[in-house]
């Protein structure tokens, strides 16, 4: 029993000190949609394990997740550490409705001697008002015989608006191209989503329109980000190449410069250039 309660509080005692000071999106402050893995590592093989929620710190008011709504275990929340494996985990997915209360964790181990002991994390939810958007939601260029792909800036904000920290990504961007599915893997906010020519067709005889739409997002922990609904869409036109055609007036003039300048380019020196149908006289 006293090797099991040391391995137990030398262990919490550092989970504590790696969670101290979390930002939101961490397992102890994740937000509402995400699903987090909670790990006590270093036990001692052979003890069983229970992970279980309850609403203070004295262990009270156990919750059932299929019951309360605000949580799930998508894992077995009970077993045995064995296989060589020193870790108990539970896989906790935060359901909208969890914000702004307080939950704790707990993680009951049970030695091979029938012994228990127990210790728990505290865990706030936040509400998730986190959205997605571009920058800008029109753009144009020339039609390009080399391909008209394009890449389009993406703001990532959290809750309150300000810029997305980076602990959230890499972000799944769901996105379609005239009505055509696609999805990209952005690791940063510095990335741009990528339009590629293959996505859609370009006539260059005529003015396309490209109609890329952002249908939604998910972070590095499965929570969801909500695409703005005055910036989610963007428009790309690119514009035809313009045609050059030669009416038979045109076709005539350019003869007759073409006349022109072969006679002034092999005209004698020293001869005046006269109207047509004259003759050509000697100059000074």
Partial sequence: MNLVKYTIITLLLLIS????????????????????????DGLQEGVEYEFYVTADAGGNSVFDDGVTKEF??????????????????????????????????????????????YRFVEILPHPNNRSIGFDAVASNECFSPGGNGFELPVS???????????NQFPINVDFTVNGTAYQQNMQSADENLQIESAMFA????????VLVEITGATDAHSAQLFPGEEISTHTRT????????FTQQLKLQKKLNEETTAHIMYS???FDWQE???????GE
């Fill in 276 to 282: 047509p149908g004259t003759d050509y006289t000697g």
């Fill in 156 to 166: 990532f904000l959290g809750n309150d608006g300000e810029l997305l920290a980076q």
């Fill in 17 to 40: 000190f790696g969670f101290s000071a979390q930002a939101q999106g961490t397992a102890l402050q994740p937000f509402e949609g995400a699903t987090h893995t909670y790990m006590w």
């Fill in 202 to 209: 370009a006539d260059p005889a005529q003015d396309t329109q």
């Fill in 72 to 117: 799930d275990f998508l894992t077995t929340a009970n077993g045995t550490v064995n296989g060589g494996n020193s870790a108990a985990s539970a896989q906790v997915h935060w359901n909208p409705g969890a914000a702004l209360t307080s939950y704790f964790l707990w993680i009951k181990i049970t030695g091979t001697n029938g012994c228990s002991n």
């Fill in 238 to 245: 690119i514009f035809a190449i313009p045609v050059i055609e």
């Fill in 268 to 270: 004698p020196v020293g």
